[in-house]
């Protein structure tokens, strides 16, 4: 048996492919358009991961799946090259980011070359491109005008090893997502975009999104909505009450006392009032050096102050309850303050115990009883918080704003309404002073400074660059100060999809972000693929964008992914790939070794893509065998006579083309060695038309060989353009399917159903499956969704 020569064809074909752009698609004249993208990679110094391959090869072969089915598929790549780690990385080896940003670009774009996927190459972007950050900037200008930017102090997440700020889902378990350094609060003036305004929408529309489960559940959690009351408990001796948000308003005839977050405003106010304020100040103080994930922890042991001389009334039974302050309670959701409910609350009842305060077991109210008798406020809450986009690094897009002292003198002689018929926007009257860069003078370069290191100031490099941030006033041309913060990494990856298209056409790209009649044709995306762990970074803040870009009236439509699948973990020999463990996978190693139709059909055989698997090197070798015996087939095929191999073959092409339509590419590569175990054993029936079927099946898995043989069997390239082969379904029958059931989002079971049942049968099936009674144990689903002929996820 000879083995496959894949070097020798994975130069031919990479080569054939880019000289007759066989991938890039004509984008304005396609008749099927479909977007067919997988989160684009960051350019990490030690090159493609195994991760990144096993998405990319994922998302390929259904890209290569739908082009063959009569789609113009359009899959472009690129690479998310600003932000920290970057940064932190050039730090490191002792090299500037923007030499270095040259070399891991031309390391990845050589690795992703070598994996054989379909992608349009003349649509590629980087982030740190100046033609791409002009329209970075483009959209931070557009969303402050229309008064979606605010500058404000507050308590903001500080990195000590980074130097600078992090958005709150950039902290992981008190921790940097970066580094893995502890995260302290700190008090700074920042920047922010209003996502809470989109909040409801947000929250809301997950219900109409084609997405995976476990993701959206992951949003609803962090958007976190709260029906409940505003509830105003008065002071003694003091003008102006606490408001209290509470989900419980029955409870308020067992809330004992109150309490305050440290950083409330409410405790400056009170101030001399308190009788045991340097008591008071100390605590305050301790506190802000603690991590939010610190502070709530349910393990962690319940610390606080009594505000000595305060007293608040019960609205209900007009007793006077204490008042005290405890970082238990943050200052972000609700209103920094709660009433206390012992005898309802665990937080609490733990807090009552430890400082012996009482616990009250009062009978409840009605809700609405207790809403109309106290006349509180009906309202909603979300867990959600404004997105901190501004970051005291250097390797980022400047954020493109300058700071003008006589225009900000101008708008206070000027009401808002006035200002407002005077032509200035709704940005420059919030935050006054501060005047966007107009279009026509983006981008606002990043220049090279040779000291790029963060000072830990508080302030950016930039900040050092008396020519940077001197600049004229975009309004009234005096001398302004630029702003020298730069831009949060995510808002470049929260509208890379945008640009994909307008990319490659010269005259457009100049013009627009996003020109308007390819955005339409081509957006929003028919399929994306990425990890999971994005789904409150990336992926919340990419559909914000899209809902303010529609009602900015730049776009039409309000979320950017029609379709979103997160693929599963990796393992090696059953533990996680990291260079602590030393069990990292390099691709480059197993494509010189195996080739990469050989890498690429063993990271899909290792389970279903959402599920992931365990990478072992012996898999690839059973992998390569079977690659080989193709080959082999192939050099010495003669067409045989037809017989009813040729209708046991309809049945086949449709399993594998329900199984890649399911994302379980492992099950029909199984179904390929069924194939290539038939023709072995019979080869004299194996007609023309089968072995091209059989090519045609196996082409989105092993893209070079396929090429090869295509032509062998005398047929002119490309296999990828060919039509993927059709089935009769009368010939395979139609009475039943294999029902995924999931739980939370997660595969749990499968099960063979009938064809056509419906959600209270299919609920029925999934509920008696001992399986996910076990997982359940008694529990009842809090919600039940079910995809007719294809999954039923139980949430509970």
């Given at each position: 048996?000879?083995?496959?020569?894949?070097?020798?064809?994975?130069?031919?074909?990479?080569?054939?492919?880019?000289?007759?752009?066989?991938?890039?698609?004509?984008?304005?004249?396609?008749?099927?358009?479909?977007?067919?993208?997988?989160?684009?990679?960051?350019?990490?110094?030690?090159?493609?991961?195994?991760?990144?391959?096993?998405?990319?090869?994922?998302?390929?072969?259904?890209?290569?799946?739908?082009?063959?089915?009569?789609?113009?598929?359009?899959?472009?790549?690129?690479?998310?090259?600003?932000?920290?780690?970057?940064?932190?990385?050039?730090?490191?080896?002792?090299?500037?980011?923007?030499?270095?940003?040259?070399?891991?670009?031309?390391?990845?774009?050589?690795?992703?070359?070598?994996?054989?996927?379909?992608?349009?190459?003349?649509?590629?972007?980087?982030?740190?491109?100046?033609?791409?950050?002009?329209?970075?900037?483009?959209?931070?200008?557009?969303l402050f005008r229309a008064g979606l930017v605010s500058r404000?102090?507050?308590?903001?997440?500080?990195?000590?090893?980074?130097?600078?700020?992090?958005?709150?889902?950039?902290?992981?378990?008190?921790?940097?997502?970066?580094?893995?350094?502890?995260?302290?609060?700190?008090?700074?003036?920042?920047?922010?975009?209003?996502?809470?305004?989109?909040?409801?929408?947000?929250?809301?529309?997950?219900?109409?999104?084609?997405?995976?489960?476990?993701?959206?559940?992951?949003?609803?959690?962090?958007?976190?909505?709260?029906?409940?009351?505003?509830?105003?408990?008065?002071?003694?001796?003091?003008?102006?009450?606490?408001?209290?948000?509470?989900?419980?308003?029955?409870?308020?005839?067992?809330?004992?006392?109150?309490?305050?977050?440290?950083?409330?405003?409410?405790?400056?106010?009170?101030?001399?009032?308190?009788?045991?304020?340097?008591?008071?100040?100390?605590?305050?103080?301790?506190a802000e050096g603690k991590s939010e994930a610190e502070r709530?922890?349910?393990?962690?042991?319940?610390?606080?102050?009594?505000?000595?001389?305060?007293?608040?009334?019960?609205?209900?039974?007009?007793?006077?309850?204490?008042?005290?302050?405890?970082?238990?309670?943050?200052?972000?959701?609700?209103?920094?303050?709660?009433?206390?409910?012992?005898?309802?609350?665990?937080?609490?009842?733990?807090?009552?115990?430890?400082?012996?305060?009482?616990?009250?077991?009062?009978?409840?109210?009605?809700k609405e009883q207790a809403i109309k008798q106290i006349k509180?406020?009906?309202?909603?809450?979300?867990?959600?918080?404004?997105?901190?986009?501004?970051?005291?690094?250097?390797?980022?897009?400047?954020?493109?704003?300058?700071?003008?002292?006589?225009?900000?003198?101008?708008?206070?002689?000027?009401?808002?309404?006035?200002?407002?018929?005077?032509?200035?926007?709704?940005?420059?009257?919030?935050?006054?002073?501060?005047?966007?860069?107009?279009?026509?003078?983006?981008?606002?370069?990043?220049?090279?400074?040779?000291?790029?290191?963060?000072?830990?100031?508080?302030?950016?490099?930039?900040?050092?660059?008396?020519?940077?941030?001197?600049?004229?006033?975009?309004?009234?041309?005096?001398?302004?100060?630029?702003?020298?913060?730069?831009?949060?990494?995510?808002?470049?990856?929260?509208?890379?999809?945008?640009?994909?298209?307008?990319?490659?056409?010269?005259?457009?790209?100049?013009?627009?972000?996003?020109?308007?009649?390819?955005?339409?044709?081509?957006?929003?995306?028919?399929?994306?693929?990425?990890?999971?762990?994005?789904?409150?970074?990336?992926?919340?803040?990419?559909?914000?964008?899209?809902?303010?870009?529609?009602?900015?009236?730049?776009?039409?439509?309000?979320?950017?992914?029609?379709?979103?699948?997160?693929?599963?973990?990796?393992?090696?020999?059953?533990?996680?790939?990291?260079?602590?463990?030393?069990?990292?996978?390099?691709?480059?190693?197993?494509?010189?070794?195996?080739?990469?139709?050989?890498?690429?059909?063993?990271?899909?055989?290792?389970?279903?893509?959402?599920?992931?698997?365990?990478?072992?090197?012996?898999?690839?070798?059973?992998?390569?065998?079977?690659?080989?015996?193709?080959?082999?087939?192939?050099?010495?095929?003669?067409?045989?006579?037809?017989?009813?191999?040729?209708?046991?073959?309809?049945?086949?092409?449709?399993?594998?083309?329900?199984?890649?339509?399911?994302?379980?590419?492992?099950?029909?590569?199984?179904?390929?060695?069924?194939?290539?175990?038939?023709?072995?054993?019979?080869?004299?029936?194996?007609?023309?038309?089968?072995?091209?079927?059989?090519?045609?099946?196996?082409?989105?898995?092993?893209?070079?060989?396929?090429?090869?043989?295509?032509?062998?069997?005398?047929?002119?390239?490309?296999?990828?353009?060919?039509?993927?082969?059709?089935?009769?379904?009368?010939?395979?029958?139609?009475?039943?399917?294999?029902?995924?059931?999931?739980?939370?989002?997660?595969?749990?079971?499968?099960?063979?159903?009938?064809?056509?049942?419906?959600?209270?049968?299919?609920?029925?099936?999934?509920?008696?499956?001992?399986?996910?009674?076990?997982?359940?144990?008694?529990?009842?689903?809090?919600?039940?969704?079910?995809?007719?002929?294809?999954?039923?996820?139980?949430?509970?």
């Amino acid at each position: 048996m000879k083995n496959y020569p894949f070097q020798k064809i994975e130069k031919k074909w990479t080569s054939f492919w880019i000289q007759k752009k066989v991938f890039q698609p004509d984008l304005k004249k396609a008749k099927k358009p479909f977007y067919n993208l997988m989160m684009f990679p960051y350019p990490s110094a030690e090159g493609l991961h195994v991760g990144n391959m096993y998405a990319f090869t994922g998302s390929d072969i259904y890209g290569r799946f739908m082009r063959m089915r009569g789609n113009d598929v359009f899959e472009p790549i690129g690479l998310d090259g600003f932000g920290i780690h970057s940064e932190n990385y050039a730090i490191k080896i002792g090299a500037h980011p923007m030499k270095q940003a040259r070399v891991t670009e031309k390391n990845f774009y050589r690795q992703l070359l070598m994996i054989g996927n379909g992608f349009a190459w003349d649509n590629r972007l980087e982030t740190y491109d100046p033609e791409y950050y002009r329209w970075t900037q483009w959209i931070f200008t557009e969303l402050f005008r229309a008064g979606l930017v605010s500058r404000k102090k507050s308590p903001v997440n500080w990195c000590p090893s980074c130097k600078t700020v992090l958005a709150d889902e950039q902290v992981i378990s008190g921790k940097c997502e970066r580094c893995d350094s502890e995260v302290v609060k700190k008090d700074l003036e920042q920047w922010f975009f209003k996502t809470t305004k989109y909040a409801g929408k947000l929250l809301d529309n997950l219900d109409k999104l084609d997405w995976s489960e476990k993701v959206k559940i992951a949003q609803r959690n962090w958007i976190g909505r709260s029906e409940g009351a505003l509830i105003k408990f008065a002071v003694v001796g003091f003008k102006s009450p606490i408001s209290v948000f509470t989900t419980r308003p029955d409870t308020i005839l067992g809330a004992t006392y109150l309490v305050l977050a440290p950083e409330s405003a409410v405790i400056p106010d009170l101030q001399k009032k308190i009788k045991n304020w340097g008591e008071v100040k100390k605590y305050v103080e301790k506190a802000e050096g603690k991590s939010e994930a610190e502070r709530i922890s349910e393990e962690r042991a319940k610390t606080g102050v009594e505000l000595k001389g305060v007293k608040a009334i019960n609205p209900v039974n007009n007793m006077e309850i204490p008042v005290w302050v405890s970082d238990y309670v943050v200052e972000g959701y609700g209103t920094g303050a709660i009433m206390a409910v012992p005898a309802y609350d665990e937080r609490d009842f733990a807090f009552s115990e430890k400082f012996g305060l009482p616990v009250v077991k009062a009978p409840l109210i009605p809700k609405e009883q207790a809403i109309k008798q106290i006349k509180a406020k009906k309202t909603v809450e979300y867990r959600l918080r404004d997105w901190l986009i501004s970051r005291q690094r250097y390797w980022g897009p400047p954020i493109p704003l300058v700071y003008c002292e006589h225009c900000a003198e101008a708008l206070k002689r000027m009401t808002p309404k006035q200002a407002a018929t005077k032509g200035w926007t709704k940005g420059e009257i919030e935050n006054s002073g501060w005047i966007p860069v107009r279009a026509k003078d983006l981008p606002v370069v990043l220049p090279y400074v040779k000291n790029f290191r963060p000072t830990g100031s508080g302030e950016s490099p930039l900040a050092s660059l008396k020519n940077f941030y001197e600049a004229k006033c975009p309004r009234c041309g005096k001398t302004g100060h630029r702003e020298t913060d730069v831009s949060d990494t995510f808002l470049d990856s929260a509208w890379y999809f945008l640009r994909y298209p307008s990319v490659n056409d010269k005259s457009l790209s100049k013009r627009n972000a996003f020109d308007p009649k390819l955005t339409k044709k081509w957006l929003p995306v028919d399929m994306y693929l990425g990890g999971a762990e994005h789904a409150v970074l990336h992926l919340l803040y990419s559909r914000f964008l899209t809902m303010a870009l529609k009602d900015l009236k730049h776009i039409d439509f309000e979320e950017p992914f029609t379709v979103f699948h997160a693929h599963g973990l990796l393992l090696k020999n059953g533990a996680k790939i990291s260079k602590s463990k030393g069990n990292v996978i390099n691709p480059d190693d197993y494509i010189k070794k195996f080739g990469a139709d050989a890498f690429r059909m063993h990271l899909m055989f290792l389970g279903p893509l959402e599920e992931g698997g365990d990478f072992r090197d012996s898999g690839i070798v059973g992998i390569t065998r079977l690659l080989d015996r193709v080959w082999n087939f192939a050099l010495n095929f003669k067409p045989g006579r037809r017989t009813g191999l040729s209708e046991w073959l309809n049945s086949s092409i449709k399993k594998i083309t329900k199984n890649i339509s399911d994302l379980r590419y492992n099950v029909a590569i199984s179904e390929l060695m069924v194939i290539m175990n038939k023709f072995s054993e019979r080869p004299d029936e194996v007609t023309k038309k089968d072995f091209e079927t059989f090519v045609l099946l196996l082409a989105p898995f092993a893209p070079f060989m396929t090429e090869e043989i295509w032509q062998k069997l005398g047929n002119k390239p490309s296999v990828h353009l060919k039509s993927w082969p059709s089935f009769r379904e009368s010939a395979v029958g139609s009475g039943s399917f294999e029902m995924v059931i999931q739980v939370n989002g997660r595969v749990r079971d499968r099960v063979e159903a009938e064809a056509g049942i419906d959600a209270k049968e299919a609920e029925k099936i999934a509920l008696g499956r001992p399986k996910i009674k076990t997982l359940l144990k008694g529990a009842k689903p809090i919600r039940v969704i079910f995809v007719e002929g294809r999954l039923i996820n139980i949430v509970a």
